[in-house]
């Protein structure tokens, strides 16, 4: 079902020539300070102490709930569209999306480059043998919350390792002292329905609860016209849910208790074959499905033949905060958490739909016969049934303290963490190799699935990879600001990490037997380990590595006037290694990797005579040594499987600007600006030898590195109606968003970029409609309805066809909210 457009846009098609609010000014208009410049009442906890925006010495970009709710961000590849300079690697779903900032991304079994944090607290590892999960924002964090934070630069000496790239802070919102809630429901285009309710509960003086539902379906916008599979491709279906409770237990003792838990099922990432090579491979056999999409008017169809695709993800955390407030100048704090992450994939990552009858002669009439329902299978990831791609318990403690001395010119604090991820079962991903023909019917076990293998010398196989890795990472810190003068601070801060991981994978196969029938189909073989590996150790092998380093922060920030800070900061950050037990056994653990990172940075605020705003930019280099770079191992035994592995073999540099600005005019006029200026380089690449494979690297010496725009931003604003007061508050407003192209597949291969992006997104927000506790939103994003490309594989010249991922299309809604109790004034 779709919903009528023209009735939509004739509300907002006259704000086409408006801007839209920045995301900062929204976080202060959301807060209940009275500043009268904006950025003085917005809070941030980016040093974990609360302190005003403008104060951090530190590239913030602040979105406040209303933004959040405005804008529909839903998982974290929405946040990335509305936070210049933040991008995302999907990862097959967006459950297991990851962040990139300033050119820092996370290779495949790597550690993620930009944290997570949810109520101060780590997102949970995945820890997978083949595709790696966790490490991001799914829909369990996404929903109620008071801001998010999205900190940029190394954050190494406050939140530990693997932030080099930066950190992300979800803020939720605390329980109140007031009975209070809202229920609220949202419809758009693509059947999207979503109701959301929170409830606010004073149980007593010293008791608050806070209860929260958030519920979202939508069609997929990637049709499959596959005759098995999924209708479509890219939807949502998930349920999420959150309990906190505050219990005063002393006047100075506090208990805050989160508990989430999000499940979510839908149809996975849909690549879509776009391009063919005759000459390669699969290409002859790609070419009628890339005609077909070429033929068709719809740019988002995809024939996708699995019939069982689908992306499950269940997490839940429970996370406990303790604060003792010993004095007026000294604070304890004690933060535990414990999560499960499990997840199952059953996805195509090449996207081929080649299935019979075919129309060949000679040889490859055999190889590939005039039978329907047949399917030339290729890379997949697929869970079998009982096994998992992820399944990973996280428990995390941390003790904090923070204090005032020196009269009241020194901040401190200093802590100590530990945290230990272990795997629960073992991550297991099963598929035929690419190339086998099979039957088209579903399969839910090795042993359901019949194929044959067309090539003695070269036998089609079912391949059932087996890992688990445990992290352990412990360490302590210390942070400590001094007021040299009124005008001049001074931050010193210093870490010392030492991690450890240990893992195991076992290495099995089965064959398909050659068979002289070219109708003929056959159960695979018996288990075999791969080569490498032994069966004198039932196809097992371990991997260990453990590392210590420590990381620093040192900071000025000057004050010439009111209002104004110019700051300088030198940080050194770095991200964990780790034993990667299902690689190429010569390189089955990888070493850390550390950046040294320079800023300095200008932070405005004025008002008055009708004007107010705020003006910040910063510029920033980093030098980023024992780079890990992702390598493929493709054995020179063709009934080897290829392994990916991680190494330590590069050294790059990285440059840029940020700059953001808004304008608020009077009364009703507001404007803004934010722009990312981005210079990556890889300065090293070394790629290693072997005896027994070809070594592909996904870099090379002089390119840039993957997912980093060279520039990005957006240009907006908005204007409220002269109603009267008691009619509510009426808003316009417009975002334009540009993006440069980027880098997404392996230059080595082919140079693949996703598209550029030029979107212009439109609201239209009534609140206290008539003077009524109910808000009214209207929304448009992507309103000329460019298509863009997000990732591409680039395997044109390897495979023989290629494949990529669309961004969404233009999508549309409206969004009632009902607000009850003693907090309904908005």
């Given at each position: 079902?779709?919903?009528?457009?023209?009735?939509?846009?004739?509300?907002?098609?006259?704000?086409?020539?408006?801007?839209?609010?920045?995301?900062?000014?929204?976080?202060?208009?959301?807060?209940?300070?009275?500043?009268?410049?904006?950025?003085?009442?917005?809070?941030?906890?980016?040093?974990?102490?609360?302190?005003?925006?403008?104060?951090?010495?530190?590239?913030?970009?602040?979105?406040?709930?209303?933004?959040?709710?405005?804008?529909?961000?839903?998982?974290?590849?929405?946040?990335?569209?509305?936070?210049?300079?933040?991008?995302?690697?999907?990862?097959?779903?967006?459950?297991?999306?990851?962040?990139?900032?300033?050119?820092?991304?996370?290779?495949?079994?790597?550690?993620?480059?930009?944290?997570?944090?949810?109520?101060?607290?780590?997102?949970?590892?995945?820890?997978?043998?083949?595709?790696?999960?966790?490490?991001?924002?799914?829909?369990?964090?996404?929903?109620?919350?008071?801001?998010?934070?999205?900190?940029?630069?190394?954050?190494?000496?406050?939140?530990?390792?693997?932030?080099?790239?930066?950190?992300?802070?979800?803020?939720?919102?605390?329980?109140?002292?007031?009975?209070?809630?809202?229920?609220?429901?949202?419809?758009?285009?693509?059947?999207?329905?979503?109701?959301?309710?929170?409830?606010?509960?004073?149980?007593?003086?010293?008791?608050?609860?806070?209860?929260?539902?958030?519920?979202?379906?939508?069609?997929?916008?990637?049709?499959?016209?596959?005759?098995?599979?999924?209708?479509?491709?890219?939807?949502?279906?998930?349920?999420?849910?959150?309990?906190?409770?505050?219990?005063?237990?002393?006047?100075?003792?506090?208990?805050?208790?989160?508990?989430?838990?999000?499940?979510?099922?839908?149809?996975?990432?849909?690549?879509?074959?776009?391009?063919?090579?005759?000459?390669?491979?699969?290409?002859?056999?790609?070419?009628?499905?890339?005609?077909?999409?070429?033929?068709?008017?719809?740019?988002?169809?995809?024939?996708?033949?699995?019939?069982?695709?689908?992306?499950?993800?269940?997490?839940?955390?429970?996370?406990?905060?303790?604060?003792?407030?010993?004095?007026?100048?000294?604070?304890?704090?004690?933060?535990?958490?414990?999560?499960?992450?499990?997840?199952?994939?059953?996805?195509?990552?090449?996207?081929?739909?080649?299935?019979?009858p075919f129309n060949f002669t000679g040889a490859l009439a055999f190889a590939f016969p005039p039978i329907p329902d047949r399917v030339v299978y290729t890379s997949g990831g697929f869970t079998a049934k009982g096994d998992w791609l992820n399944n990973q318990r996280n428990v995390t403690e941390e003790i904090q303290v923070q204090g005032i001395s020196a009269g009241g010119k020194l901040n401190w604090q200093t802590g100590l963490y530990y945290e230990n991820s272990s795997p629960v079962t073992f991550s297991r991903t099963t598929g035929p190799s690419t190339g086998a023909l099979c039957s088209l019917e579903p399969y839910e076990t090795a042993d359901d699935l019949l194929c044959r293998s067309a090539n003695p010398s070269n036998l089609a196989s079912i391949n059932l990879p087996s890992a688990k890795v445990k992290y352990i990472n412990m360490g302590a810190y210390a942070q400590g600001t001094y007021a040299l003068t009124d005008q001049l601070k001074a931050t010193a801060g210093l870490r010392y990490t030492y991690d450890r991981s240990r893992g195991t994978a076992i290495a099995k196969l089965r064959y398909f037997p050659f068979l002289l029938n070219p109708a003929g189909l056959s159960q695979a073989g018996p288990e075999q380990c791969e080569a490498g590996f032994s069966a004198e150790t039932d196809c097992t092998t371990t991997a260990k590595t453990s590392s210590g380093r420590a990381t620093w922060t040192l900071n000025l920030a000057y004050n010439p006037i009111p209002d104004v800070m110019?700051?300088?900061?030198?940080?050194?950050?770095?991200?964990?290694?780790?034993?990667?037990?299902?690689?190429?056994?010569?390189?089955?653990?990888?070493?850390?990797?550390?950046?040294?990172?320079?800023?300095?940075?200008?932070?405005?605020?004025?008002?008055?005579?009708?004007?107010?705003?705020?003006?910040?930019?910063?510029?920033?280099?980093?030098?980023?040594?024992?780079?890990?770079?992702?390598?493929?191992?493709?054995?020179?035994?063709?009934?080897?499987?290829?392994?990916?592995?991680?190494?330590?073999?590069?050294?790059?540099?990285?440059?840029?600007?940020?700059?953001?600005?808004?304008?608020?005019?009077?009364?009703?006029?507001?404007?803004?600006?934010?722009?990312?200026?981005?210079?990556?380089?890889?300065?090293?690449?070394?790629?290693?030898?072997?005896?027994?494979?070809?070594?592909?690297?996904?870099?090379?010496?002089?390119?840039?590195?993957?997912?980093?725009?060279?520039?990005?931003?957006?240009?907006?604003?908005?204007?409220?109606?002269?109603?009267?007061?008691?009619?509510?508050?009426?808003?316009?407003?417009?975002?334009?968003?540009?993006?440069?192209?980027?880098?997404?597949?392996?230059?080595?291969?082919?140079?693949?970029?996703?598209?550029?992006?030029?979107?212009?997104?439109?609201?239209?927000?009534?609140?206290?409609?008539?003077?009524?506790?109910?808000?009214?939103?209207?929304?448009?994003?992507?309103?000329?309805?460019?298509?863009?490309?997000?990732?591409?594989?680039?395997?044109?010249?390897?495979?023989?066809?290629?494949?990529?991922?669309?961004?969404?299309?233009?999508?549309?809604?409206?969004?009632?909210?009902?607000?009850?109790?003693?907090?309904?004034?908005?």
């Open positions: 079902m779709r919903v009528g457009y023209k009735s939509f846009i004739k509300l907002t098609v006259g704000v086409s020539a408006l801007l839209a609010s920045a995301p900062a000014f929204a976080a202060a208009e959301e807060s209940e300070g009275g500043a009268n410049v904006p950025g003085d009442d917005i809070v941030v906890t980016a040093r974990r102490v609360e302190e005003r925006l403008q104060d951090v010495p530190i590239s913030v970009t602040v979105l406040g709930s209303n933004d959040l709710n405005r804008l529909n961000i839903v998982n974290s590849d929405d946040l990335a569209k509305h936070v210049p300079g933040l991008t995302t690697n999907q990862r097959y779903t967006p459950e297991s999306s990851t962040f990139t900032i300033r050119g820092f991304t996370q290779e495949l079994r790597t550690s993620s480059s930009v944290g997570t944090y949810f109520a101060d607290v780590v997102a949970p590892r995945g820890g997978g043998a083949a595709i790696s999960g966790g490490d991001g924002a799914g829909p369990a964090y996404m929903f109620d919350l008071q801001n998010v934070q999205v900190l940029k630069g190394p954050q190494g000496t406050l939140f530990g390792r693997n932030t080099t790239g930066g950190a992300v802070l979800l803020v939720p919102k605390k329980p109140t002292d007031n009975l209070e809630g809202y229920l609220e429901g949202s419809y758009g285009n693509y059947s999207m329905f979503r109701v959301q309710g929170v409830l606010n509960l004073p149980l007593a003086s010293w008791a608050r609860l806070r209860i929260g539902v958030d519920r979202m379906t939508r069609e997929g916008y990637i049709h499959n016209v596959a005759a098995t599979g999924p209708r479509d491709y890219q939807d949502v279906d998930y349920t999420a849910a959150r309990a906190a409770l505050v219990l005063d237990l002393t006047p100075e003792l506090e208990n805050y208790t989160i508990g989430s838990y999000m499940l979510s099922d839908h149809a996975p990432a849909g690549y879509q074959v776009y391009d063919y090579n005759l000459s390669v491979g699969l290409g002859i056999l790609a070419k009628p499905q890339v005609d077909r999409l070429r033929a068709s008017s719809d740019p988002y169809q995809t024939e996708l033949s699995l019939p069982n695709a689908s992306a499950w993800t269940r997490q839940w955390q429970i996370i406990n905060t303790t604060t003792w407030l010993a004095s007026d100048s000294l604070t304890i704090k004690n933060i535990a958490s414990y999560s499960r992450l499990q997840q199952k994939l059953r996805a195509s990552i090449f996207g081929g739909n080649f299935v019979g110019i700051y300088g900061t030198w940080s050194r950050g770095y991200r964990q290694g780790a034993a990667n037990p299902a690689a190429s056994p010569e390189f089955n653990t990888f070493d850390p990797e550390s950046v040294d990172a320079f800023e300095g940075g200008v932070k405005a605020s004025f008002g008055g005579s009708g004007l107010s705003g705020h003006f910040n930019a910063a510029g920033y280099y980093n030098t980023l040594r024992d780079q890990q770079l992702q390598y493929a191992f493709v054995p020179k035994d063709s009934n080897t499987s290829s392994r990916t592995s991680i190494i330590n073999a590069g050294k790059s540099r990285i440059y840029g600007a940020e700059a953001e600005a808004l304008v608020n005019i009077g009364e009703y006029f507001r404007v803004n600006g934010a722009v990312n200026y981005l210079n990556t380089k890889l300065l090293k690449a070394e790629v290693p030898t072997v005896s027994n494979a070809t070594i592909i690297p996904t870099a090379i010496e002089g390119g840039e590195l993957s997912y980093s725009p060279k520039w990005s931003g957006s240009v907006g604003g908005a204007v409220k109606l002269p109603i009267p007061e008691s009619a509510g508050k009426v808003e316009f407003s417009a975002t334009y968003r540009f993006q440069s192209s980027y880098q997404v597949a392996p230059p080595t291969i082919t140079s693949v970029r996703a598209t550029p992006v030029k979107q212009v997104d439109l609201n239209l927000d009534w609140t206290n409609v008539g003077g009524a506790p109910v808000d009214l939103s209207m929304f448009v994003s992507n309103l000329t309805k460019q298509v863009t490309v997000v990732t591409v594989n680039g395997l044109v010249n390897v495979l023989g066809f290629d494949a990529r991922q669309l961004g969404e299309p233009r999508m549309f809604g409206a969004r009632l909210r009902v607000r009850f109790g003693e907090g309904i004034s908005n």
